[in-house]
Nanobody, 125 residues
Framework: VQLQASGGGLVQAGGSLRLSCTAS????????MGWFRQAPGKERELVAA????????RYADSVKDRFTISRDNAKNTVLLQMNSLKPEDTAVYYC???????????????????WGQGTLVTVSS
């Protein structure tokens, strides 16, 4: 699976951004999708993940009620709508695919098989 992430940028605190990740190469609906982020000097962490059928969705506590993950299997796309952004959301955001036709979602980035190139989100105070 090849993943292409886009939508990052510079935004003021309280603003919104929408990240998009488009997949190609394999059957998108066989994969759970995750958005991860990595800030300078920190480990990569799960932001949100969604199962192939969107039944199972998971968010990091720090983004609950502010971020929404969604997917469109017909368009091979997963989105991350980010609202009420905070300076601590500043990071490089990555989309990733985890082969999972059974509908699970996982937190550990080591479990994900394919990664996009990352898109930088900068939130100014």
């Amino acid at each position: 699976v090849q993943l292409q992430a886009s939508g990052g940028g510079l935004v003021q605190a309280g603003g919104s951004l929408r990240l998009s990740c488009t997949a190609s190469g394999r059957t998108f609906s066989n994969y759970a999708m995750g958005w991860f982020r990595q800030a300078p000097g920190k480990e990569r962490e799960l932001v949100a993940a969604i199962s192939w059928n969107a039944v199972n969705i998971r968010y990091a506590d720090s983004v609950k009620d502010r971020f929404t993950i969604s997917r469109d299997n017909a368009k091979n796309t997963v989105l991350l709508q980010m609202n009420s952004l905070k300076p601590e959301d500043t990071a490089v955001y990555y989309c990733a695919a985890d082969y999972s036709p059974v509908g699970r979602v996982r937190n550990d980035p080591k479990e994900y098989d394919y990664w996009g190139q990352g898109t930088l989100v900068t939130v100014s105070s």
